[in-house]
């Protein structure tokens, strides 16, 4: 009976294994890439209205290489995979320093007020892109959430850690205690436990957004080149 059991048990975990599997591999996938694009389109028509105000010519160069820019990563989005990106980066290897066109072309604008905010559609389109390429890792997936939930766990350790050191030293120098707490929160949790972290998240996006637009346009190249057919 123990051995009808376990292989009963050892039977519906297989089954249950392949159903998350054919669902992460099948609908998940379609799921993603749809969200990814459709945050895309919002910032590719967002840019159209800076446009239609006329703080930014139709006819301009900048404006024609960044909506060239947001529909090449709308066409490319289900070949951003993690494999497909190590795989592009072993054989293009880009300079070190080397930018995309698209991040020249903001860099031209001379309206600082403009270009900040067209710097803003772009960068949330690489999340956006980031954020797919995560999502359709399983491996990713597997790896990194063990590791967040470790840094996050540190972090906050660590801050409060800066609470009790902060309170006790604002109790023996004589501030009112009542305010001790709100202040040493706030400085620790998140100056001290959760800015690090984030400012090393975005540091390594804006290095690999460089890279996944880099990517993109030399698959879109090859695709002319082959004569292969836009998705």
Not at 111 to 121: C, G, M, N, P, V
Request: net charge positive.
């Amino acid at each position: 009976m123990e051995a009808e059991f376990a292989a009963l048990n050892y039977l519906a975990f297989v089954v249950a294994l392949t159903f998350l599997l054919c669902l992460f591999y099948g609908p998940w996938q379609s799921l993603v890439v749809d969200w990814a694009r459709d945050r895309i389109f919002a910032e590719r028509d967002a840019v159209f209205d800076l446009a239609a105000e006329g703080r930014l010519a139709f006819s301009d160069p900048v404006y024609r290489r960044i909506r060239e820019g947001f529909n090449l990563a709308i066409r490319r989005a289900h070949l951003l995979t993690v494999p497909r990106l190590i795989v592009f980066a072993a054989l293009l290897r880009p300079h070190k320093g080397e930018k995309s066109d698209l991040h020249a072309a903001i860099e031209q604008v001379e309206d600082k007020a403009l270009r900040a905010t067209l710097f803003e559609h772009y960068v949330r389109v690489m999340q956006a892109v980031f954020i797919m390429i995560f999502l359709r890792s399983l491996s990713a997936l597997i790896l990194t959430i063990p590791t967040l939930l470790v840094a996050v766990v540190g972090s906050l350790l660590f801050g409060l850690t800066r609470v009790i050191k902060k309170g006790f030293a604002q109790l023996f120098c004589g501030e009112p205690w009542l305010a001790a707490p709100r202040a040493a929160v706030i400085s620790a949790l998140m100056i001290t436990g959760l800015t690090p972290m984030v400012r090393n998240v975005h540091q390594l996006g804006r290095c690999l957004s460089e890279g996944v637009i880099l990517i993109a346009q030399s698959s879109d190249e090859s695709h002319l080149t082959t004569g292969s057919p836009s998705s």
